[in-house]
């Protein structure tokens, strides 16, 4: 969020559209934050509840203190009666008496201070006698609860404790790996000396930390817990020495095998050594050892997995292996009870690095392949049954949306998994940008006209991809594939553009009053061939998908500028408009219809109607025609259907006799 607000306080004279850009660029961040905070809440909300169950522990232990309090006191207040009356008839001084038994109890905590402090700065080697120092240091502590010797010696008491917990810890590992206990469960022991040796050693190194525990928390609740997590910090860093030594190449599955079944094994040592301590506040939480147990155990799992995370954060497909590898474990994990193991991928700097590195590698994959030379074009290549024509770009996007789709469904985590959809939506509108890019370098290329057909079916076809893709993720589609589409009409328009100007070209020429008649006729033929090629090209380059879409858009704007063009011509010479209307009634119009029947081409509504208009307007300006001419040519399709029903297979050549043989036999046409 920092980030974000340096990073807009910096754009000044910001346009609305690069504020947007940025807020973009940090939107999948945000949202990674948000989540954080949510987790820590819901973190917070947990330790809470652990805390107030804490806290309703030590009101009853309070409560029951209060009741001996309340018992003791009344028993002194007799007994400190019974002492004064003893004194008074014995003749002595009560008050001079107790005031001489407080300083020999004020002397006595000031002697045990000093004993303390003398016991905590010496150096010891031996685990049996620091098991005594231990016992004997928290001895003093338990006896003088009342005082605040505990808060005087708090930051010594705390040093020597952290020395000595990495003193027990090394003890306890050497001890663990000389008696080979994580597969000893399965082996058995060779005796009941060798198992009971092995005991009496990890029922020393537990009380020792119980102890210690003792001495910086000033109580035994929390003994089981910490005791727990020493055991078990040695486990995560076994399991992690093991994903440092590379030249073994150890796969993580059996790293995270082995690291189960030797908590397992460590477990039953540890609720042995945890029943043996004779504390009552550590008794009272027996029935919770395994659960705290495999607690712990869970947030062991989730540190290694994100160190191996770590350590392999360049192979793209680290994350859904550590996936695959932690839902085989979790099929069998109590949740409920235990948590969940997928808390390493869920944190924000790792789940962070996913998201990036699925960008980067989009990004890469992306940009290489649009540079490569005959990306758009269209192979048929067999992507199910049948086989169907798909260019690579289409191929590539294909894929990724799949392959993505699966690596998300992996997260157990809805925000995150959400997430990751949205971010999979804006690589998809970023694509579009590059194909807007690429197109428009294509354009400057003198074989555009031959690729532009390829890259608007490649668009056509993602389009269609991200709508079957994208049906399944819970976020909305809809705008990038308006993207999609509306840079399909964009190259859709720039061919239109190409046509109008081959279409000016000829206009200009036939204004024109310096070419020769028959120049004109000429360029209007060159001029509908090149128009007819366009099309083929269409037909030819664009997928069966998108060849009706195409030609459906190119057509209406086709015919919408001869109609327009051709208010201007139809005065012209009579053979220059014969060539216009045997380009279009002769080559055009039979070309399309061709493509229609043959199922080539669906027409549109808003297609037919341009063609219909200008069809009218031709029509209607050849009955003018006092030759006759325009009207045989406008009306050829006509005539011929009509005399193929008589049984005549071509015209005459001659409109006027076509017409005559065809009103001798009208009435053939109505009987």
Known sequence: MEALRERIDAMENASGTEIWETL??????????????????????????????????????????????????????????SVKQKFEESGLDFQKAAGMAESAYKESLLNQEICIRDLIKQDYTDLNEIKQI??????????????????????????????????????????????????KAKRGWRDDEEKSKFSAKIDDCCSILCNLAYMTTKNFH?????????????????????????????????????????????????????????????????????????????????SISAHFIIKHISEPSVFSKISRILSKFEANWNIDEYGPLFDALYDS??????????????????????????????????????????????????????????????????????????????LLDDFCSRIYETANKMYLEPTWADDVYQVMSSV??????????????????????????????????????????????????????????????????????????????????????TRSPVLNKLLEELFKILGVKFEGWKHSNVDLVSSIYNAIYLDIYPYLDGLVKSGRWKRDDAARSAITHLDALMKRAATLDPSGELVRIAFKFQVEKMLTELGIQRTSGHTFHDYQILAENWSKFHG
């Open 24 to 81: 973009k660029e940090f939107e999948a961040k945000l949202k990674l934050d948000l989540f954080d905070i949510r987790a820590k809440e819901k973190e917070a909300e947990i330790k809470q509840a652990r805390e107030r169950q804490k806290v309703q522990t030590i009101r009853a232990d309070l409560e029951n203190l209060r009741e001996q309090v309340h018992a003791a006191t009344s028993d002194f207040e007799k007994f400190k009666e």
């Open 134 to 183: 231990t016992e004997k240091i928290v001895k003093i502590l338990l006896s003088c609860r009342t005082t605040n010797i505990h808060a005087i010696l708090q930051s010594d008491l705390a040093v020597f404790a952290s020395k000595y917990v990495k003193f027990t810890r090394k003890a306890l590992w050497d001890h663990l790996h000389t008696y080979d206990i994580m597969t």
């Open 222 to 302: 929390e003994c089981p817990d910490i005791i727990i997590g020493h055991f078990l910090v040695l486990l995560e860093n076994f399991s992690i020495d093991l994903i440092e030594e590379d030249q073994n190449k150890k796969d993580f599955d059996w790293i995270l095998t082995c690291t189960f079944s030797w908590a397992d094994n460590l477990k039953v040592a540890v609720m042995d050594a945890l029943n043996k301590i004779e504390i009552r506040q550590v008794k009272r939480n027996a029935p919770n050892f395994e659960k705290l147990y495999y607690m712990q155990f869970g947030r062991v799992v989730n």
């Open 349 to 426: 700097e790792i789940s962070t690095k996913w998201l990036l590195l699925q960008t980067e590698i989009f990004a890469y994959e992306s940009t290489k392949l649009l540079k490569t030379d005959g990306c758009f074009a269209m192979t048929l290549v067999e992507l199910g049954t049948p086989m169907r024509f798909a260019s690579q770009v289409t191929m590539f996007i294909e894929n990724w949306a799949h392959r993505f789709e699966h690596e998300v469904a992996i997260i157990k985590n809805a925000e995150i998994r959400k997430v990751f959809y949205d971010t999979g939506v804006i």
């Open 460 to 545: 056509w076809e993602i389009r269609r991809i991200i709508a079957l893709a994208l049906a399944s993720w819970p976020v909305s589609s809809e705008e990038v594939q308006k993207e999609y589409e509306t840079e399909f009409y964009r190259l859709a328009g720039m061919i239109s553009e190409y046509l109008n100007d081959i279409i000016d070209g000829m206009d200009d020429i036939i204004k024109a009053s310096y070419p020769t008649v028959a120049e004109k006729v000429r360029k209007v033929e060159s001029t509908f061939c090149r128009v007819l090629k366009c099309l083929a090209n269409v037909v030819s380059k664009a997928s069966e998908s």
